[in-house]
């Protein structure tokens, strides 16, 4: 059984990230994990200040006192931490961005500001379908996961979907979702 923490960067709630979503959620739940979400649209989540001042209060690590509060303490306890996020111009969307900086504060309150090491994943839905309207993100990603120490567990590039809900049509990329829960 692993923690599953999974941020939900799509400001949409019946959009495409959406459903990759409830798709992993069913696959890890099947397989007896336990998931914890955070829908970051609904939060108050404020950009990273770079005061450097953040680390001790372990509780909530931040200077900034907002809803971070809520997910310090499950992203300290998750194994697996998901990034879901619609495909924002060849990047995350701007909530994960600001939910992911935020974490830093963890990461201050141990020595060298190592960061905690988690298992990730990628559940990412966009308009571009090919591979070279994703290599920006799998660079970003591949970049960030090398720098924390982090172990990549797959990514979902959900390409060709525009409309919220247009994923629905297309049950090859929801599978995969599904499977890469099972996988956890
Ligand atoms: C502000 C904005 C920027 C976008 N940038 C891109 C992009 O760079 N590449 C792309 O393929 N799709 C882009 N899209 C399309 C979305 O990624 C696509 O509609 C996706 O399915 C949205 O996910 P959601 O339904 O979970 O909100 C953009 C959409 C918006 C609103």
Redesign the pocket.
Known sequence: MKRIMILN????P???????IKAFTKGAEANGNEIVRFDLQKMNIHGCLGCCKGGKDRENPCVQKDDMAKIYPEYIKADVVVL????????I?GQMKCAFDRLFAVAEMNENYENPKKECILL??????DAD??A?VKAFYEGLTSNLGWKNLGIVY??G???????LGKPEQIAEAENLGKMC
Not at 9 to 12: A, E, Q
Not at 124 to 129: D, N, R, T
């Open positions: 960067g799509s400001p949409r019946n959009g495409n990230t959406q459903e990759l879901a996020s619609p495909m924002y111009y060849w990047g969307s990412m839905a966009a308009e571009g379908a309207n994703f920006p959900a390409g979907n525009m409309d919220a809900g247009a994923i």
